[in-house]
């Protein structure tokens, strides 16, 4: 069973949205894949569709960096399972850094 493309939100806020354009919020359909969209894989995508400048800011490995907080729904993406957390139908992605330069 292959999962369809669905429409995502992902916003990034607290600095997260420069290495982005500064675009704060993207609408987004994923493509089809034959598993369930996770939150490994989604960063993957982010990296490679999304992320303008500057990656070590935001990714360190397969994850986010230290500094860069991450809620689904609200919630901290601890609670959730991490990057093994299977993305629902019209979840909120929502990555905010928590880095400020001084």
Same mark, same amino acid.
């Given at each position: 069973?292959?999962?369809?493309?669905?429409v995502r939100s992902f916003?990034?806020?607290?600095?997260?949205?420069? #290495?982005?354009?500064?675009?704060?919020?993207? /609408?987004?359909?994923?493509?089809? /894949?034959?598993?369930?969209?996770?939150?490994?894989? #989604?960063?993957?995508?982010?990296?490679?569709n999304l992320l303008k400048?500057?990656? $070590?800011?935001?990714? /360190?490995? $397969?994850?986010?960096?230290?500094?860069? *907080?991450?809620?689904?729904? =609200?919630? =901290?993406? $601890?609670?959730?399972?991490e990057l093994d957390y299977?993305?629902?139908?019209?979840?909120?992605?929502?990555?905010?850094?928590? *880095?400020?330069?001084?």
């Amino acid at each position: 069973v292959t999962s369809s493309p669905s429409v995502r939100s992902f916003c990034f806020r607290g600095g997260a949205e420069l #290495l982005f354009d500064g675009v704060k919020k993207h /609408q987004v359909t994923l493509p089809s /894949q034959p598993e369930p969209w996770d939150i490994r894989n #989604l960063l993957k995508w982010i990296k490679t569709n999304l992320l303008k400048e500057r990656p $070590e800011l935001f990714m /360190q490995g $397969e994850s986010v960096r230290p500094g860069i *907080l991450v809620l689904i729904n =609200d919630a =901290d993406w $601890e609670l959730m399972g991490e990057l093994d957390y299977k993305l629902q139908d019209q979840d909120n992605v929502l990555f905010i850094s928590t *880095l400020h330069g001084g």
